[in-house]
């Protein structure tokens, strides 16, 4: 059996995991998932419906599945989603410096209703957080642990 040093990255279930705070590895190969998504958006000739379904349906759970897991920075997230963002306004028929206010506004409020990747990082992280205090074995005692040191020092 070859030891693996814990400052190399290694892939697991779909995902790059290392021990930097800002996961290199990880963001390139995302980036690579955003420019074959976005490049297939350009080329084709989609109605704006069919290019939200894409943004909702093949976009956001390509790219933001491994997000729940990693450490990426806002500003790396922002860079995953930023060219696609701008194709997909313009295949919707929106100028691309439309409001991002605008564009990931909630539909109910005027909103486009885009997911933003930063905020979808976060949600996922606590659902994993969640299912995983709900699920018993090792991974809940290590979380029930962190929480009750934490809420020590808080205190």
């Given amino acids: 059996i070859n030891a693996i040093s814990s400052y190399d990255t290694s892939r697991r279930l779909g995902t790059v995991q290392g021990i930097s705070p800002h996961q290199r590895e990880q ?19 989609v109605t704006p419906t069919q290019a939200m379904l894409h943004h909702h349906l093949c976009f956001v759970p390509s790219v933001a599945y491994p997000t729940t897991v990693c450490h990426l920075s806002k500003h790396q997230l922002n860079e995953l989603q ?31 209703g885009c997911l933003d990747m930063r905020v979808e ?5 606590i659902e994993t957080l969640v299912q995983n205090l709900r699920t018993p074995g090792y991974g809940q005692s290590i979380i029930r642990i962190f929480l009750q040191k934490w809420q020590h020092v808080v205190e």
């Fill in 27 to 45: 963001f390139r190969q995302l980036q690579k998932k955003s420019i074959a998504h976005t490049r297939g958006l350009v080329s084709s000739q």
């Fill in 82 to 112: 930023k060219p696609y963002i701008n194709v997909l306004l313009n295949k919707m028929g929106f100028p691309r410096a439309y409001d991002r206010r605008v564009v990931f506004g909630p539909k109910e409020k005027g909103g486009l």
């Fill in 121 to 125: 990082a976060g949600l996922g992280a």
